[in-house]
């Protein structure tokens, strides 16, 4: 399964990516976001929990995952793997690159599936990835963006 949301934002990049790294705040931030709590941390790496909404109309299904994070801020990169939860061996690439007039961000989730045997393949490429990781993926990426400005795909 791979998934590729983008966004470009008018705004500084570094602003941008600020933001992507600042997990801790994404509640405060994002509305579909239930909580954040880094559970370590040390100088390279940190291991965040995360609880997210998806919703289905009315309905609010909730997600969490925890993950090892590490954050590049020289190359404007972001990176999870995903330890814990439906989606453990996900992993995940935040990128912000300069553009003209502002910030063009690239989220990748590349996985090969929950170990469920013969469902792994269509419950991740049929229903985790386009219903949950791009629905869930979309929503971070233009609440982040709002921040900044409007948004402009």
Known sequence: ?????????????EAMFALAADVEAWPRRLAHYRYVRVLE??????????????????????????SRMWVDRERLVVRYEHIRGVTTGMRVEWKVEAREGGAFVTLLHEWEGPRW??????????????????GIASRTLAGLGRHLGPRHD
């Open 117 to 134: 045997g013969p469902l792994r393949y269509p419950a991740a490429e049929w229903i985790i990835g386009p219903v949950f990781v791009h």
């Open 1 to 13: 399964m791979r998934t590729v949301d983008t966004l470009f934002a008018p705004g500084a990049p």
């Open 41 to 66: 941390r040390d100088a390279q790496v940190a291991i965040v929990e995360m609880s997210a909404n998806r919703p289905f109309g009315p309905v609010n299904w909730p997600t969490w995952w925890t």
